[in-house]
């Protein structure tokens, strides 16, 4: 077994997908190291999902998210191709708009802002949401560095996901009893 430990790195570059070396803070590593980070966050709320309390729903909704992992990986080699290589069509940020709306049908409108409260997945799903956030930033300014003026099926799947991760965390804490704390005026 070959080495994890390469050692190109060392001088602060890395290389991408077409072979080039760039700054390990250039937009496109950035916005890789995010959704990685986010990866990985969702890894763990798969890990919470199965060792926790199971409902009705928690198979769906690990398969769900084991399946929004892989299309981060796969957004990884879109993004570093330039969309050379396109991974994701309209039916992926579809098909999570769909998912958030049947959860969103199945709880009581939200009628006041909240504080990320609950059972622990619920809580780390916002985490995770909040990654995504960032990664969306990231996302555009990648987007406007290159030049990209049609935002790709990718960007809209990941302004999506966070969309979907607030809806799964409110449903998260439905499901498994987590209290939502709602905010007070600062006094």
């Known amino acids: 077994m070959e080495s994890i430990v390469t050692k190109t790195g060392d001088k602060g570059t890395t290389g991408t997908l077409s072979g080039e070396r760039v700054s390990k803070d250039a937009p496109l590593i950035e916005l890789n190291g995010t959704l990685d980070e986010l990866n ?39 993004v570093s191709s330039e969309f050379d290589l396109v991974r994701f069509e309209l039916r992926h940020p579809d098909r999570l708009e769909a998912e958030l709306n049947e959860m969103t049908q199945k709880m009581p409108p939200q009628t006041k802002f909240i504080l990320y409260s609950g059972t622990l997945s619920a809580t780390h799903t916002h985490m995770a949401r909040s990654i995504c956030r960032r990664a969306e930033r990231v996302f555009v300014r990648y987007l406007n560095e290159i030049g990209e003026t049609q935002y790709p099926h990718s960007y809209q799947f990941i302004n999506r996901l966070s969309d979907y991760l607030f809806t799964l965390a409110r449903y998260l804490n439905q499901e498994l009893g987590g209290e939502e704390v709602v905010t007070l005026v600062w006094e």
């Open 40 to 78: 990985a966050s969702l890894g763990v709320l798969t890990s919470l999902l199965k060792e926790g309390p199971s409902f009705g729903d928690c198979p769906k909704i690990i398969e769900t998210v084991q399946w929004i992992q892989n299309g981060l990986y796969n957004m990884g080699s879109e």
